[in-house]
């Protein structure tokens, strides 16, 4: 596993599938010890593809990690939560994008969110490790929401990126360090 040095903030990208999740939850894992981890996706509903993606996530997870489903207000959560763990765990911020996006936010809003998580991110006490889905990488949506999505969650990426000690790249389940 690529070596990052002690850090206060991480953010792991990578494309579906790529290991990034596994990697963020296995760079914690050898390091703290109560661990609480922030799930953008709170419910799958009839999906069950989702659902078993979900209990896959669970069953990776053992009892040192604590659970909490919050789609929207992730830097409220972080501050909350900042004291009841060695360190904090949010997958993903895609997700969470796409959950701004179907509450109705403005593209000024979810700016607005994303400032707000980058200079929570900076300012907590205790190390955040974030997963996002790296997009930029793949073809120009053919419609305005997949291409409005694309563009919020490029910028998201770039903004928490400069906000974070460290960014690592993961593909085919390999890490890369983009900034230590």
Known sequence: MDEIRHTQSLLVLGGCRSGKSRYAETWINARFRRKLFIATLA???ND?????RIALHR???DA??????EPLHLAATLERRQH??????VDCLSMWISNCLFAGMRDEAIAEAVAELAATVQNL??????VANEVGLGLVPDNPLGRRFRDLA????????AACDSVVFVTAG???TLKN
């Open 125 to 130: 006490p205790v190390p955040v490790v974030l």
């Open 43 to 45: 419910a799958a509903g």
């Open 154 to 161: 490029g910028l998201t990426n770039q903004q928490l990126a």
């Open 174 to 176: 390999l890490p890369m």
């Open 64 to 69: 040192s990690w604590r659970t909490e489903e």
């Open 48 to 52: 069950q593809e989702m659902v078993a």
């Open 59 to 61: 069953d990776r997870r």
């Open 84 to 89: 009841d763990a060695d360190v904090i765990l």
